[in-house]
């Protein structure tokens, strides 16, 4: 019987995750049922929102179970095929886990195009997070013509993409990234407008120096400090789509005092908009436009990403922990299987 | 020359205001010149949002100026006109502060329809109040067939709408309301299907069992701790018109601890829709609706309202002050003058 190699839950974090949190098994692939596949898994996306699978807080999605797969996204190469959509050597996305091998329904992958862009795009830049920036501009950003767009971990698969939308939409982009390297890479390959450092001693004041008509789009993915110097910048109706907090993931927001009596004046008093949202909400309604519109802007390099790989399963960890720290610089992907 | 009396702000307030904050003075009242009319005030609205205008925080309107007349929205009685629009005995609404007589440019007032409601209903059901909770509730809470809508201050003039909104809707209504008295009344006179008390010691238990469905829309006019018990019952993607923080207001709010990372944690896992917003943003779209809709309903009793009724301008400071900590019962009015 063959075998694979996943990860699992070993223990639920407290605070921030560790290496003893996880556990690498090998585990015997079943038989492959009508209906299903087998596939042989090339690369595993690694994606900030996990760290809320871990936890067993109340959330949109159930939590990881102690001793389960760790959950994520995956490209893989058919190597078995008993669904007729499938066959051997066809590339697909899925659900998978994090895993070197997987049995699956053949209606819970897809194939997938990536208009000639490389393969790894298909989990960043025209997968789940080029996704989340589109949509969450789309429905709830809605960026003008001479607005004033700032976006958080700008280097990264979700904030590049905010920012690009955002200049394609004749808006003004502000980044925020982690030291010197991030943001010449957010000023100068990606072509933000201004970018500001939020390791900066004088981080608050830099972003307002660099939104001198204030910030009509707020797209949050980090919460934390970056929250608290954005929120006297916001205009009145700016729009403050919420699609992640990393800061907050670990636990270490809290400040001294309770923040929330201001962020909430500052909603009523400037009729401010915030809204949560998953991607997954929006797939319906705007997926095959996204496909459509992005897929070639990102083939011809008219929309750029940046990815940062990590070779074989056993480093996703590792990996995953640093991702939550901002160690990675660009979408972080992991090798599993060689091409 | 004619004298009329007027009520300024005479000093900021620091915390809650108090009767110092306020003085009462006689003024001259000016030539009425060419497209102005000469009014005695009949009733002076007495609001929340009042509080605000009394602070210089940076807000979406200026501030009154210390010595400045109060501000405030009246039904006054035209007396003179220069205006082609008016004419004595003409009754009008329009904001002339906090006084007993007002010279005030014809552009700057209204005629007004309570559709044979009595007069004082422009104030509150068919006024401002009225159309707040009209507008917050056809924007952004949009309550559907099923939902369960949740308000506090549900005995006063916006909250009392907003639950009778949501029943004309098909929602089920749960208000919040300080004491046994108002909380009798929006049961059993207002018609909503449950009411909690928010000074029972176990308020927040009642509140969930009163919403065994959780909250759909929460119309938020307090903040406070009644937004700590609400926030946990919010179901996904539940919609949240922020259109007053009275429970803030006096700086009396901050907890021991910072509750931002959870509201904000809240908001990203469920999809939930914070939307600040001012009436005067949707009286272009929504206010011709509002008379016509809501104009016959209250009219003809179908919407209820109550009315709590101070006789002098000498003493709105401190009904003013009352109304802050609850101790109004219905839609605070100053009478003036008699009509």
């Given at each position: 019987?063959a075998?694979g190699?996943?990860?699992?839950?070993?223990?639920?974090?407290?605070?921030?995750?560790?290496?003893?949190?996880f556990r690498?098994?090998?585990?015997?692939?079943?038989?492959?049922?009508?209906?299903?596949?087998?596939?042989r898994?090339i690369?595993?996306?690694?994606d900030?929102?996990?760290?809320?699978?871990m936890s067993?807080a109340?959330?949109?999605?159930?939590?990881?179970?102690?001793?389960?797969?760790?959950?994520g996204?995956?490209?893989?190469?058919?190597?078995?095929s008993r669904?007729?959509?499938?066959?051997?050597?066809?590339m697909?996305?899925?659900?998978?886990?994090w895993?070197?091998?997987a049995?699956?329904?053949?209606?819970?992958?897809?194939?997938?195009d990536?208009?000639?862009?490389?393969?790894?795009?298909?989990?960043?830049?025209l997968?789940?997070?080029?996704?989340t920036a589109?949509?969450?501009m789309?429905?709830i950003?809605?960026?003008?013509e001479g607005?004033?767009v700032v976006?958080?971990?700008?280097?990264?698969?979700?904030?590049s993409m905010v920012?690009?939308?955002?200049?394609?939409?004749?808006a003004?982009?502000?980044?925020i990234?982690g030291?010197?390297?991030k943001?010449a890479?957010?000023?100068?390959e990606?072509g933000?407008?201004?970018?500001?450092?939020?390791?900066s001693?004088t981080f608050?004041?830099?972003?307002?120096?660099a939104?001198?008509?204030?910030?009509?789009?707020?797209?949050?993915?980090?919460?934390?400090?970056?929250?608290?110097?954005v929120?006297?910048?916001?205009?009145?109706?700016?729009?403050?789509?919420?699609?992640?907090?990393?800061a907050?993931?670990?636990g270490?927001?809290?400040a001294?005092h309770?923040?929330?009596?201001?962020t909430?004046?500052?909603?009523?008093?400037?009729?401010l908009?915030?809204?949560g949202?998953?991607?997954?909400?929006?797939?319906?309604?705007?997926?095959?436009?996204?496909?459509?519109k992005?897929?070639?802007?990102?083939?011809?390099?008219?929309?750029?990403?940046?990815?940062?790989?990590?070779?074989?399963?056993?480093?996703?960890?590792?990996?995953?922990?640093?991702m939550l720290?901002?160690?990675?610089?660009?979408?972080?992907?992991?090798?599993?299987?060689?091409?």
């Amino acid at each position: 019987m063959a075998t694979g190699k996943r990860i699992v839950l070993a223990s639920r974090p407290q605070g921030a995750p560790t290496l003893d949190n996880f556990r690498v098994e090998t585990f015997d692939l079943p038989e492959i049922k009508e209906g299903e596949v087998g596939l042989r898994v090339i690369y595993l996306s690694l994606d900030p929102y996990m760290r809320g699978r871990m936890s067993d807080a109340k959330s949109y999605a159930a939590p990881v179970p102690v001793d389960g797969t760790m959950e994520g996204e995956t490209i893989g190469e058919v190597t078995h095929s008993r669904h007729s959509d499938f066959k051997p050597g066809d590339m697909v996305r899925g659900r998978t886990g994090w895993c070197t091998d997987a049995v699956i329904k053949g209606d819970a992958i897809r194939h997938f195009d990536t208009h000639g862009a490389p393969l790894t795009s298909a989990l960043g830049a025209l997968g789940m997070p080029g996704f989340t920036a589109y949509a969450g501009m789309k429905v709830i950003g809605q960026p003008q013509e001479g607005n004033t767009v700032v976006v958080a971990a700008a280097s990264g698969p979700v904030g590049s993409m905010v920012g690009q939308l955002a200049r394609l939409a004749g808006a003004r982009a502000v980044g925020i990234a982690g030291g010197a390297d991030k943001c010449a890479y957010v000023r100068d390959e990606l072509g933000f407008d201004a970018v500001v450092d939020h390791r900066s001693g004088t981080f608050a004041d830099d972003l307002r120096l660099a939104c001198p008509d204030g910030i009509d789009v707020y797209f949050e993915n980090v919460g934390g400090h970056v929250w608290d110097a954005v929120l006297p910048l916001l205009n009145p109706y700016a729009r403050v789509p919420v699609c992640g907090l990393v800061a907050t993931y670990n636990g270490e927001n809290a400040a001294g005092h309770d923040r929330l009596a201001g962020t909430m004046s500052a909603i009523l008093r400037r009729s401010l908009r915030v809204r949560g949202f998953i991607q997954s909400e929006f797939v319906g309604e705007h997926y095959a436009d996204f496909q459509t519109k992005i897929g070639p802007l990102v083939a011809s390099g008219k929309i750029r990403y940046r990815e940062d790989i990590v070779d074989g399963l056993d480093n996703a960890p590792e990996a995953f922990i640093g991702m939550l720290k901002g160690r990675n610089f660009g979408k972080l992907l992991v090798r599993v299987k060689e091409l």
